[in-house]
């Protein structure tokens, strides 16, 4: 169990100083970082459960990042994966309870995919990478921002799917009656399809801007070897 | 509880398959997919971890009803597979040294694998016994395994073509699910509208 456990090893990108912006959207888990697969594919099909889940997620987030941050001087290192699992699947616990007592038809869409919020790798990854070396108020902050992109990222593909394979969004018709719905949208392959969508546009945004960046340095170049 | 055997076997296998159908074991899916080798290896020991976590979490649930305890689920469950990982891990160090060696990374990485921990979930939400269990947890994770290995030798073919720079990774690696899913939504119909 000595490990580092995170399901794949991203490439690191640029972090800045505010845990919350970092979060939200420099290294979005699920745009740039790629972690959290399942609950991303699998409860999209319409915006209010996205919504849901990311404010599930969030919470789980918070909680355990909050806990772990403010008992971790004091958790040997041989056992921590063990006290972060148990710290995790407590939150996970709270949650289960507490949406079943707010909504009941959200608690039944959502289905196992609430309990499974325990084995979702961007949870134990913040506990390991953050949580377990910075002081509370940091973690709190960066469960936030991570909650908040990961619920982010869910609402973003809720929107597609919902949009194309239902006509609605949020539950209100967008096309008019005439619309005949992309029912593969709401369908487990619509899932692969939109988060391939949005993966390229994000990728070829950011080739985009790359590109930018190195012209405007090149014609920089240009011109000061003009002047000499 | 009445549900015959073979048709749980087609429901978790086929029509319901734990990766293309319900978006379990993501990470691993996509991650581990790159080479063929690898993908049957990692497929085979999370069948094992599966059946054999199945197995044990069916006797703790009892246990758990027993004492009344039901709320302390979550957290029995998760505790049992990273001990059934945990497990592994030594048997196979013990017994294959070789095979340790060659698995060594990927094996403490089932535990945060959903697949695992959805099949207890499900056992409990269905209220299988204890025939009815392990033909769930074997064909289950006979559907991971089966779906990694598809993934990964289409992959395989994948990387001796021409694809453009942008697309490459994971985006590709998606829509290659998305065309196998579409797939495995064929098989919706043998359940009998089930």
């Not at chain 2, 997919?33 to 649930?61: D, E």
Request: hydrophobic letters at 50%; aromatic letters at 10%.
């Amino acid at each position: 169990m000595s490990e580092p456990i995170s399901c794949h090893t991203p490439t690191a990108p640029p972090t800045t100083d505010n845990p919350f912006l970092n979060g939200l959207w420099k290294q979005n888990p699920v745009f740039v970082q790629v972690l959290g697969m399942c609950p991303t594919l699998a409860i999209t099909n319409s915006v209010r459960n996205a919504i849901a889940m990311g404010l599930a997620t969030t919470f789980v987030l918070v909680f355990s990042n909050t806990l772990i941050s403010a008992v971790r001087k004091l958790i040997p290192n041989q056992v921590r994966i063990a006290s972060y699992i148990a710290i995790i699947a407590t939150s996970v616990t709270i949650v289960d309870y507490l949406v079943k007592a707010i909504s009941i038809p959200v608690y039944k869409a959502l289905g196992p995919f609430i309990p499974l919020i325990v084995a979702n790798c961007i949870i134990l990854e913040r506990a390991e990478a953050y949580a377990a070396k910075k002081p509370v108020v940091k973690s709190m902050l960066d469960g936030f921002g991570m909650g908040f992109g990961f619920a982010f990222a869910l609402t973003c593909l809720g929107t597609v799917r919902e949009v194309l394979g239902a006509g609605t969004w949020l539950g209100f018709p967008v096309f008019g009656p005439h619309f005949e719905p992309w029912v593969l949208f709401v369908l487990p392959p619509g899932g692969f399809i939109a988060l391939a969508i949005w993966l390229l546009t994000f990728s070829s945004w950011r080739s985009w801007r790359m590109k930018r960046k190195l012209a405007e340095e090149n014609s920089q170049l240009v011109r000061v070897s003009e002047v000499a | 509880m009445n549900e015959s055997l073979s048709h749980i076997f087609l429901d978790a296998f086929l029509i319901n398959n734990f990766v293309l159908c319900v978006f379990l074991g993501m990470c691993s899916f996509i991650g581990l997919s790159g080479k063929f080798s690898t993908a049957w290896r990692m497929g085979l020991s999370v069948m094992f971890v599966i059946t054999a976590s199945g197995i044990l979490s069916y006797y703790m649930n009892q246990l758990l009803i027993a004492v009344h305890a039901e709320y302390l689920r979550i957290i029995t469950y998760i505790v049992i597979i990273a001990a059934t990982v945990q497990l592994t891990e030594m048997f196979i160090k013990k017994t294959s040294p070789a095979l340790f060696r060659e698995l060594g990374v990927y094996l403490p990485l089932i535990t945060t694998n959903c697949a695992v921990l959805y099949v207890p979930l499900m056992l409990t939400a269905r209220n299988y016994n204890l025939v009815q269990s392990t033909v769930f947890s074997i064909s289950g994770s006979g559907g991971y395994c089966a779906a990694i290995c598809l993934l990964s030798l289409v992959r395989e073919r994948i990387d001796l073509s021409d694809v453009t720079s942008l697309a490459k990774g994971t985006a590709l690696t998606l829509v290659l699910a998305a065309i196998l899913s579409m797939a495995f939504m064929g098989f919706a119909g043998m359940g009998g509208g089930a």
